[in-house]
């Protein structure tokens, strides 16, 4: 069974840093293209950065120089590192993972920052 689920999610202070989670279960997510979304209440869901199975890397403009996506194959865990939070980071965040066979989803963490 595939599983993915997000951990790391909090109450921050505006300028805060959160460390978000995404723990893998039945895949190998070093296979995948690995993807952290947000989604905020009223509003679409919206791509924050990728990471391909070869490294590459894609920021949305939003959290360029201030999130860091990273992966531990060891652990078989998707990172966010997210630096400088504003209120306008604040959201539920997902991990996805995607290839032509499978497309999976976490349950989301929730991101609150105060200002």
């Known amino acids: 069974q595939v599983q993915l689920v997000e951990s790391g999610g909090g109450l921050v202070q505006s300028g805060g840093s959160l460390r978000l989670s995404c723990s893998a279960s039945?895949?190998?997510?070093?296979?995948?293209?690995m993807y952290w979304y947000h989604k905020a209440p009223g509003k679409q869901r919206v791509l924050v950065a990728l990471i391909s199975s070869r490294g590459s890397i894609y920021y949305t403009d939003s959290v360029v120089s201030r999130f860091t996506i990273s992966r531990d194959n060891a652990k078989n865990t998707l990172y966010l590192q997210m630096n400088s939070l504003n209120p306008e980071d604040a959201a539920v965040y997902y991990c996805?993972?995607?290839?032509?066979?499978?497309?999976?989803w976490g349950q989301g963490a929730q991101v609150t920052v105060s200002s």
């Open positions: 039945g895949i190998i997510l070093s296979m995948y293209v």
């Open positions: 996805n993972a995607s290839r032509a066979d499978l497309d999976t």
